[in-house]
């Protein structure tokens, strides 16, 4: 038969593994969920980087578009030089081939420039789509490892209940609606060992009395709520 003190210790380590299965099968879905939101922002860099080219190639077209539009009017130009009736239609005619081909230089080079950053833009589009892949993939990982852990976790979980649930049979009676009322608002935290004539979870010293009570294997109540127990390590001193 064990102690008192011994059942209630077992309990707590049955407790507290049971809260860390539980914690990690809670922080299952959480990493899974930091992944996600990853893959999304992704996501909208990417389209801020397609968005971006397809602008910056409407640019290019529309100046390509104007350049051979003042092209055709230079030659344009030209022909009506060709048949210029005076000396003063002649000058005119010229000034504006000079304009406009003064006009199509610029162009040019703005045209250069646009086609430089199309270049640049696709590139930057394509790490962009990388980037996307490879938190798809990380994305993945995480689920398939979730997913493999899960089942192993939730049969510890439910073996360890069930022994918690045993051991909790061994408890007597009288004190159960009590233990019942921490367990619930404290759960794992519901037992505290003593240690050093210390309760471990709220450090308030025990009185002597208390200490030979506890030893004798009296069931009893710190003032912080939790029921105390002597570790092995406790029960020789
Ligand atoms: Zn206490």
């Known amino acids: 038969?064990?102690?008192?003190?011994?059942?209630?210790?077992?309990?707590?380590?049955?407790?507290?593994?049971?809260?860390?299965?539980?914690?990690?099968?809670?922080?299952?879905?959480?990493?899974?969920?930091?992944?996600?939101?990853?893959?999304?922002?992704?996501?909208?860099?990417?389209?801020?980087?397609?968005?971006?080219?397809?602008?910056?190639?409407?640019?290019?077209?529309?100046?390509?578009?104007?350049?051979?539009?003042?092209?055709?009017?230079?030659?344009?130009?030209?022909?009506?030089?060709?048949?210029?009736?005076?000396?003063?239609?002649?000058?005119?005619?010229?000034?504006?081939?000079?304009?406009?081909?003064?006009?199509?230089?610029?162009?040019?080079?703005?045209?250069?420039?646009?086609?430089?950053?199309?270049?640049?833009?696709?590139?930057?589009?394509?790490?962009?789509?990388?980037?996307?892949?490879?938190?798809?993939?990380?994305?993945k990982q995480i689920i398939a490892q979730v997913e493999a852990k899960e089942p192993g976790l939730k049969e510890q979980e439910t073996s360890l209940k069930a022994s918690v649930a045993k051991v909790e049979m061994d408890l007597p009676s009288d004190i159960m609606p009590q233990y019942r009322r921490t367990a619930q608002a404290l759960g794992a935290d519901a037992l505290a060992a003593v240690e050093n004539k210390v309760c471990t979870s709220c450090y308030v010293q025990l009185t002597s009395q208390r200490m030979v009570e506890l030893r004798s294997g009296k069931l009893i109540f710190c003032t912080c709520g939790r029921l105390m127990y002597l570790p092995k390590s406790e029960t020789e001193n």
Do not use: C, W
């Not at 048949?83 to 199509?104: C, L, P, W």
């Not at 430089?116 to 990388?130: C, H, L, S």
């Open 1 to 139: 038969m064990a102690s008192p003190s011994q059942t209630l210790a077992s309990l707590h380590q049955l407790q507290l593994r049971l809260k860390e299965v539980q914690d990690e099968i809670a922080r299952g879905p959480r990493h899974v969920q930091v992944r996600r939101t990853q893959v999304q922002k992704r996501e909208a860099e990417l389209g801020e980087s397609r968005d971006r080219l397809k602008q910056q190639k409407v640019l290019a077209d529309q100046k390509n578009l104007q350049l051979k539009t003042n092209e055709a009017k230079i030659a344009d130009l030209r022909t009506k030089l060709n048949v210029a009736a005076s000396n003063r239609e002649y000058e005119i005619i010229t000034g504006q081939i000079a304009a406009d081909t003064m006009a199509n230089s610029v162009l040019e080079d703005e045209i250069l420039e646009a086609l430089t950053k199309v270049d640049q833009f696709q590139i930057e589009m394509k790490q962009a789509e990388e980037k996307v892949k490879q938190a798809e993939d990380e994305l």
